[in-house]
């Protein structure tokens, strides 16, 4: 659920704006949802109009959309979404974990937090393995994800590359979390991948394998986008599958947070 805003220093207009819009970030607020002013006011426990300002700034955002006779929704996720995101997190990831796996051997901190992530990683494997019940997957599956990429985001010291890597994964957030927000099957079958996934980068990041970090990246991303892919219910379409081709071609290889969460981010306005 969106929690409700508790007020402090900043306006109640960019409280708004965070806490719905990390609800969409996480999916926790899917893909053409439709959303009301009143019911978020509600829900957040403000009046309709910090709601209706921060709405205004997350259509500026791209994530909300207004229409006549529609109303107010969540921007959809099609597949060119899918197919732009991954083409350059494909042109960019493999590069960043490279830079990271030089690094791990020579930074212990670095190093230490990868041995943590691995054993986290290693746990919830044995458990989808084991089909251990009680325990949320899919959650600690994300969390994993989010980690290793502020893992390898903390390891880049290119400034540049540091700050393009910070807006895409900001970016992707919400196509990376699809699969696992969406899925109506078997959660364990997807889990139980992408959780090998990420240990075979978290093994090669330990061991310094610069190239079998990015490769292993490669791989996962790819994997990735397939999956996405499919949870748009796709997988069978035509579009779909050129959608697949065109990518391989042109790269040539869960409600909101506590708002208070959101300062680290910075002000967006």
Sequence with gaps: MIKRIVTDDRTLSRQAYHAIREAILSNDLLPNTAISINDLSRRLGVSPTPVREAIKWLEADGLVTSEAYRGIRIAAVSSDDVRDTYEVRLAMEPLVARTAAERALCDRLLLRDLGTLKEKASRLLSAVKRKEQGLAWAAICKEVDLELNEILLRATRNALLRGIFMRVSDHSRRIRTF???????????????????????????????GNGAARNVRAHLRSARRRTLESLGRSGDETHLRALTECDNRTGTVVAENVQGAEGMGDRR
């Excluded at 364990?188 to 075979?200: C, G, W």
Aim: aromatic share 0%; proline share 0%.
């Design 179 to 209: 699969v696992e927000a969406t899925c109506d099957s078997d959660i364990s079958a997807v889990v139980l991948e992408m959780t090998e996934e990420h240990l075979d980068i978290i093994k090669a990041l330990c061991e310094g394998d």
